[in-house]
C-alpha cells in the first residue's frame, strides 16, 4: 500500500519537475558542464587541475540541483496547500519523505553518470564497474543529505518567499563553504572540522578517488553514509514534529 | 512635473525599504560571494591573473543585483499585480524603469567594496584612478537593461530564472572575464569579443589600469548599453489602459 503510495507521489513531483524540465536539465546539467568549461578555460593543458575540477563541478551540481529541488518542493507543499491535502488524504510522513528523496537521489544519480560518461568520452578518465558503483553511492549519499538539508529549510521557513531566498542562498553559500573546489588544510582548522561534517567534502573525495583511480578510502565511504543516515534522520524527525 | 518627481522619490524609497528588509540577500550576492569567489579560485591561478578574475567577480556581482534582480523582480511585480497597482497609482512606464535603474545603480554600490578588498587581500594592484567607475556604472545601467529585456519577453517566473542564470554563468563561461581572451576558440572569438560582458571587463580593466577611459571598448559598451535600452523600453509592458 505505501509503495504504491510513493509511486504515486514520485509520478505527481515528476510532473511538477517535468513542467520545469529546462531549470532542472540547467542546474544538473547545463551548470555544471558550463562551470567545467570554466575550469578548461582556466586551466588549459593542465589535465590534473582540470579532473580535479570537473569532481568539484558535480558536487556542486548535487549541492544546487538537490538542494534547490528538495526545498522548493517542500515549499510548495507547504505554502500552496499540497501538504494539507496529503495529510487529508493520509498520506504518512515516512511515505511523503521516501519520495522526495528518491526524487533527488535520482537527479545526483543521473549527474554523475552523466559526468563519468562525458570523462570517459574525453578520455580524461575511465571508470570500471566498481568505480561507478561507488561514484554513484557517492552521488546517492549526498544527494539525499543535501535534499534533507533543503528539506529542514523547507520545513523551518516562515513564509515562501523567505525560504525560497534562503534555498537559493544556502545551496551556493554551502557548496563553496565545503572544499569542493579548493583542498580542505587551505581552510582553518575549526573551519576544517565544520566541513568534515559536510556530505559534499567526502563525496568530492571520493569522486576523485574514483577519476584518479585511485583505491578507495573505506574510512570515507563509511563517513559520507553517516552523515547521510544522520541527515536524512534528523530532517525526518522534524518532517514528524511539525506533524 | 513636480508630482512626476514625488512618485519617482517615492517609489525610489519604496525599493529602497523592500532593499533595507532583504539587505543580508544584497551584501551576500555582492559582497560575500565575490570575497569567497576570489578566494577560493584565487589560489587556483597564477598570480598574474588575479587581477582578471577580481575584474570578473566584480563583474558577475553587479550582474546578480542589477541584471538578474531585474529579469526577476520585474516579472513578479507584473505577474503578481504590483505594477497595476502602481499603474492605477499613476506611476507611468518611464517612472518605474527610471525608479528600478536608481536601486540597481545603488545596489552596484555593495560590489566596489567587495572589488577593493579582494584587491587589497589578494595582492591586486589597486585603482590608479577612480575613473574605472564611469564603464562600472555603464554596465550596471547595460545589465539592468537586459535584465527588462528578459523580463519583457517571458511570460511567468521559471523562464525568467532560467534566463539570467543561463546569462550570468554563460558570460562568466564563454566570455574571457576571468581568464585571458587569446584562450578562446579561434572560431567563435569575433562574436565573443563583441559581446557586453567582454566589452564591460575591456573597459572596467582598462580603465582600473590607468589607460584611456573612453577608448573603443567603451564606445562599443555604450552602444550595447543604448540598444538594450531602447529595446527593453520599447518592449517592456505597461498597463496603459486602467
Redesign the interface.
Known amino acids: 500500500m505505501e509503495y504504491i503510495r510513493v509511486l504515486a507521489l514520485l509520478r505527481v513531483y515528476g510532473r511538477q519537475e517535468s513542467a520545469?524540465i529546462?531549470?532542472m536539465l540547467?542546474d544538473s546539467f547545463?551548470?555544471p558542464a558550463?562551470?567545467a568549461?570554466?575550469g578548461f578555460?582556466?586551466?588549459?593543458r593542465d589535465l590534473e587541475?582540470l579532473r580535479w575540477?570537473v569532481a568539484g563541478c558535480v558536487a556542486f551540481g548535487i549541492a544546487q540541483g538537490c538542494l534547490i529541488q528538495v526545498g522548493s518542493a517542500v515549499l510548495q507543499d507547504r505554502f500552496h496547500g499540497r501538504l494539507d491535502l496529503l495529510r487529508a488524504a493520509q498520506v504518512r510522513p515516512l511515505t511523503y519523505y521516501v519520495a522526495h528523496i528518491l526524487m533527488t537521489t535520482g537527479r545526483a544519480l543521473l549527474l554523475v553518470w552523466m559526468a563519468m560518461l562525458v570523462l570517459g568520452a574525453l578520455g580524461v578518465a575511465q571508470l570500471g564497474l566498481l568505480g561507478l558503483t561507488i561514484a554513484s553511492l557517492a552521488a546517492v549519499c549526498a544527494g539525499s543529505s543535501v535534499g534533507s538539508l533543503g528539506a529542514i529549510i523547507g520545513l523551518r521557513a516562515t513564509d515562501y518567499d523567505q525560504g525560497n531566498?534562503l534555498v537559493a542562498?544556502t545551496a551556493?553559500?554551502f557548496a563553496?563553504v565545503s572544499p569542493v573546489?579548493?583542498a580542505l588544510d587551505?581552510l582553518p582548522r575549526p573551519l576544517q572540522f565544520v566541513a568534515m561534517l559536510s556530505p559534499l567534502t567526502h563525496a568530492t573525495t571520493l569522486l576523485r578517488t574514483m577519476v584518479d583511480g585511485d583505491p578507495v578510502s573505506l574510512g570515507t565511504l563509511m563517513l559520507i553514509g553517516i552523515l547521510a543516515f544522520v541527515y536524512n534522520i534528523a530532517s525526518y524527525r522534524m518532517l514528524r514534529w511539525q506533524g | 512635473m513636480r508630482r512626476r518627481i514625488r512618485l519617482l522619490v517615492g517609489l525610489y524609497a519604496l525599493l529602497q525599504s523592500v532593499n533595507r528588509k532583504?539587505i543580508w540577500?544584497a551584501v551576500?550576492l555582492g559582497f560575500c560571494?565575490p570575497l569567497?569567489?576570489q578566494a577560493?579560485?584565487g589560489?587556483?591561478?597564477e598570480p598574474s591573473e588575479r587581477a582578471g578574475l577580481m575584474l570578473a567577480n566584480l563583474i558577475i556581482a553587479v550582474a546578480m543585483l542589477s541584471f538578474r534582480k531585474a529579469g526577476i523582480v520585474l516579472t513578479a511585480d507584473r505577474l503578481f499585480g504590483v505594477r497595476d497597482l502602481l499603474a492605477t497609482a499613476g506611476v507611468t512606464r518611464n517612472d518605474y524603469l527610471l525608479a528600478y535603474l536608481l536601486d540597481a545603480v545603488t545596489l552596484s554600490a555593495i560590489p566596489i567594496g567587495a572589488a577593493l578588498v579582494a584587491a587589497a587581500t589578494m595582492k591586486v594592484a589597486p585603482p590608479t584612478s577612480w575613473a574605472w567607475l564611469v564603464p562600472y556604472t555603464v554596465s550596471a545601467i547595460m545589465l539592468f537593461a537586459a535584465g527588462v529585456l528578459i523580463s519583457a519577453c517571458v511570460r511567468s517566473i521559471?523562464?525568467a530564472?532560467?534566463a539570467v542564470?543561463?546569462g550570468l554563468?554563460?558570460s562568466?563561461?564563454?566570455c574571457?572575464i576571468?581568464?585571458p581572451p587569446d584562450?578562446?576558440p579561434l572560431l567563435i572569438r569575433p562574436l565573443i569579443s563583441l559581446s557586453p560582458p567582454t566589452l564591460a571587463a575591456k573597459a572596467i580593466g582598462a580603465s582600473w589600469n590607468g589607460g584611456q577611459v573612453f577608448g573603443t571598448s567603451m564606445l562599443l559598451l555604450c552602444s550595447w548599453t543604448m540598444l538594450l535600452a531602447f529595446a527593453a523600453w520599447q518592449s517592456f509592458p505597461w498597463t496603459n489602459d486602467i
Open positions: 520545469h529546462y531549470l540547467y547545463l551548470m558550463l562551470a568549461y570554466l578555460m582556466l586551466f588549459v587541475r575540477w531566498m542562498v551556493v553559500g563553496l573546489f579548493y587551505r | 532583504f540577500v551576500c560571494l569567497l569567489l577560493v579560485l589560489t587556483w591561478i521559471p523562464p530564472v532560467l542564470d543561463l554563468m554563460g562568466l563561461a564563454l574571457p576571468a581568464y584562450r578562446v
